[in-house]
């Protein structure tokens, strides 16, 4: 049975390609480091985690995964200090959320402590390929997926767990602009919104890439039913500063990710005495308050981009823009801290950082 002390057999890349990684220019989420973990289900329990060189996966194809969308993912970062300390930014959550997903759509799932053992063990084997620079960071990328090679709708019988990891530097160098979308929607009440499912990526390409031929580098969602609320931007929560309170969309219901960054933002406000509001935001609220100034700023949450300030907003014939970026004494406050912390600058009040 899966616990904490359960052994990873590991084999080392006879050929790390670290050396040829241009450290100067590093695209997201195209480089990959050199192991992966893998680990597989079958007959109702998973079997011994292995540790191995990267490389290409072999599957049928009639995998049912390809098939019918029995996928879910995680992302999140390990950073280094100077002193060389690795340490990875509250993986519980990711193992919490991972574990949800996994429920929304009948997978099995890992225990908590031992999805965050597992990829503590294997960023401890990638260690160098975290990189000290400033912004630069290792994302971490586990999925998991049905493997029946079987074509019937049903719950496949074995799946794979896999961990991978990609140094990074940072994602979003500009600041945003988004459109308020009221026709398509990426999460119904009922529906995956929650969980960490691959088709709602792909659900939202055709949508996004609307918004981009209008010159919108993304989306901002409503809900579903009545496109009145506000609910993400992009793959990112949603947070808005408006007279000096910070706002963002409620979780309640099942249509918003519950994003570990978001979650982070929330607290460390209230640790600094800030006024904070979960709660519904509607979409003439924010358009309201960008016209009257009494929004002051609003940005994305999430892990590849932390903190990506919205500066242009697009409502249906409208464009809308915010105060400058250099004015948002919160998120650019919130953001260094969030830095300063990952880096190890700052001592760790939270016991937000585990050290591999
Ligand atoms: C991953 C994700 C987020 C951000 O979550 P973090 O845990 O902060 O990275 C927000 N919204 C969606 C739709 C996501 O997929």
């Not at 960023?123 to 079987?150: C, G, H, N, Q």
């Not at 005495?273 to 358009?287: A, I, L, N, T, Y």
């Amino acid at each position: 049975m899966l616990n904490e002390t359960t052994s990873i057999n590991v084999t080392l890349t006879k050929n790390s390609h670290i050396n040829e990684v241009d450290w100067s220019n590093i695209p997201f989420g195209r480089i990959f480091s050199d192991h992966m973990l893998v680990m597989d289900y079958a007959n109702g329990e998973w079997k011994q985690p292995e540790i191995i060189p990267f490389g290409n996966l072999s599957l049928n194809p009639a995998t049912s995964a390809i098939h019918y969308g029995q996928s879910v993912f995680e992302g999140m970062k390990a950073n280094k200090s100077e002193n060389g300390d690795v340490v990875i930014f509250r993986p519980e959550l990711n193992a919490k959320r991972f574990k949800e997903s996994c429920e929304r759509l009948c997978m099995p799932g890992i225990p908590e402590d031992v999805f965050v053992e597992l990829v503590k063990k294997l960023v401890d084997v990638e260690r160098d390929w975290v990189s000290t620079k400033e912004d630069y960071s290792l994302y971490i990328r586990p999925f998991m997926f049905a493997t029946d090679d079987y074509i019937g709708v049903k719950p496949s019988e074995t799946y794979k767990f896999v961990i991978f990891t990609c140094p990074v530097g940072t994602y979003y160098s500009e600041p945003v602009s988004v459109k308020i979308e009221e026709y398509y929607t990426r999460a119904a009440a009922g529906g995956v919104g929650m969980a960490k499912a691959a088709g709602n990526y792909g659900a939202a390409l055709f949508p996004a890439k609307q918004g981009q031929l209008k010159g919108f580098h993304q989306l901002v969602w409503t809900d579903a039913k009545e496109h009145k609320y506000i609910e993400e931007s992009g793959t990112m929560n949603i947070m808005f500063v408006i007279n000096g309170t910070l706002v963002t969309p409620s979780e309640e219901g099942d249509t918003i990710l519950k994003g570990t960054t978001k979650r982070t933002v929330i607290e460390v406000a209230q640790s600094w005495g800030m006024k904070v509001e979960e709660r519904k935001v509607s979409v003439e609220e924010v358009v309201n308050g960008i016209k009257d100034g009494s929004i002051t700023e609003a940005f994305g949450a999430g892990t590849a981009a932390t903190i990506a300030h919205i500066v242009r907003l697009g409502y249906r014939d409208e464009i809308l823009d915010l105060p400058s970026v250099e004015s948002r004494t919160f998120s650019n406050k919130v953001k260094k801290y969030l830095d300063d912390l990952k880096a190890g600058k700052i001592e760790d009040t939270h016991g937000w950082c585990v050290k591999v």
